[in-house]
């Protein structure tokens, strides 16, 4: 696994999940600029197990050669019972890329964890795996590594770019005018 995010933020433990994971303005725009689109979201529901899963659907747009120009994904996110209001979230997100070149070899796992630090302050790490449903021949490995791991890098380093300004805006005194 990898960690990508690992950061605190001058907001409360309860902002920062409803603008990650509470269909917010923030995530549409944040979606709407990675050129994601047809999403939709299925509602969250209570498992046996007494944590809480809902799917989201959407196609995103790849900039890869080697890729088709758009592909389908569906992403189970599985919300933890451990995690308590004003204390801590924790949300594993399973990604299944379709129409990938190889997506039948593997899919992503995702781990957010927020965790209050103070009244508004909390803390945001975000990790990821790539898993394997069968195992891949060295050379095609490699191939499904590299691009992998580059995307990845590329979305992490984005929504930590978009969550700062988020923060900034919700945090900067309202001037008076
Ligand atoms: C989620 C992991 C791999 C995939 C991509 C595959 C290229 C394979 C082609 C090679 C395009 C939002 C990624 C990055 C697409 C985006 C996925 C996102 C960022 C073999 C020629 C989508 C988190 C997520 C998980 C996995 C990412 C894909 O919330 O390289």
Not at 4 to 11: F, R, T
Not at 56 to 80: D, F, G, H, R
Request: net charge neutral; aromatic share 12%; glycine share 2%.
């Amino acid at each position: 696994g990898k960690q990508y995010i690992n950061e605190v933020y001058k907001l409360s433990v309860d902002k920062l999940h409803e603008l990650l994971f509470a269909e917010s303005q923030f995530m549409r725009d944040f979606l709407e600029l990675r050129r994601f689109s047809d999403v939709v979201y299925r509602p969250w529901k209570r498992e046996e197990s007494g944590n809480q899963t809902r799917e989201i659907m959407y196609t995103i747009t790849l900039s890869n050669p080697l890729a088709p120009k758009t592909a389908t994904v569906t992403e189970t996110q599985t919300l933890y019972k451990a995690s308590q209001e004003r204390e801590c979230y924790i949300i594993d997100a399973e990604v299944i890329t379709h129409d990938v070149p190889y997506h039948d070899y593997f899919y992503t796992l995702n781990r957010y964890m927020l965790t209050r630090v103070a009244k508004n302050k909390c803390r945001l790490r975000v990790s990821t795996e790539l898993c394997y449903r069968k195992q891949p021949w060295g050379l095609v490995k490699g191939f499904i590594e590299r691009n992998f791991w580059s995307g990845l890098d590329e979305y992490f380093r984005h929504l930590e770019l978009e969550l700062a300004k988020a923060e900034t805006a919700l945090t900067e005194p309202h001037r008076q005018s």
